[in-house]
């Protein structure tokens, strides 16, 4: 059961880098959303639903005695910040930071369920119930912007077929 515990802190400590990772690009990419308020409104909304997840698993990784990777959250949100930087100087950046920011949200879906599965395996219901609560989070952010991409991509076409700044 050692390796089981061991993987799963691994698995713990990588979903708080991600969402340090997710931190980064979201704040990144709001100052440059003025132009799409919908989008930019559920964003702000996800950054505070991200920043309290980021948080609760902070806390499991000290109630575990596992800090935090400081070389995996720096990865992270360098990562993050070089793929807002190369979205900047795209003339189509909201739709590519939108199929981007889905993708995200799948991955995250995916490292939920493991670790709710591998909670499980070991009676972590502390645990259970944080990534049972950020999953449905996370799926929430992935359903709401793939139902949002015709939206997203329409105003984009619209901007850009008018001359307007296709992203601010």
């Not at 061991?6 to 979903?15: I, T």
């Not at 930087?85 to 739709?95: K, L, N, P, Q």
């Not at 449905?136 to 076409?157: K, S």
């Amino acid at each position: 059961m050692e390796d089981v515990r061991d993987h799963y802190l691994a698995w713990l400590r990588d979903a708080h880098a991600m969402e340090q990772q997710a931190l980064t690009m979201m704040r990144s990419m709001l100052s440059r959303l003025k132009d799409y308020p919908v989008l930019c409104a559920r964003m702000e909304q996800h950054v505070t639903e991200t920043e309290r997840q980021a948080g609760a698993l902070e806390k499991l990784l000290e109630g575990r005695d596992s800090g935090t990777s400081v070389v995996k959250d720096t990865l992270g949100k360098a990562t993050a910040l070089g793929q807002a930087m190369s979205g900047m100087f795209a003339d189509d950046e909201v739709v590519k930071s939108t199929m981007a920011s889905y993708t995200f949200e799948q991955m995250e879906v995916a490292a939920y369920k493991i670790l709710i599965s591998t909670a499980t395996v070991l009676e972590d219901t502390t645990a259970l119930a944080v990534f049972e609560q950020i999953l449905v989070e996370e799926q929430d952010m992935a359903d709401w912007l793939f139902d949002h991409m015709d939206q997203t991509t329409r105003i984009f076409l619209a901007r850009d077929e008018a001359g307007l700044p296709a992203r601010r």
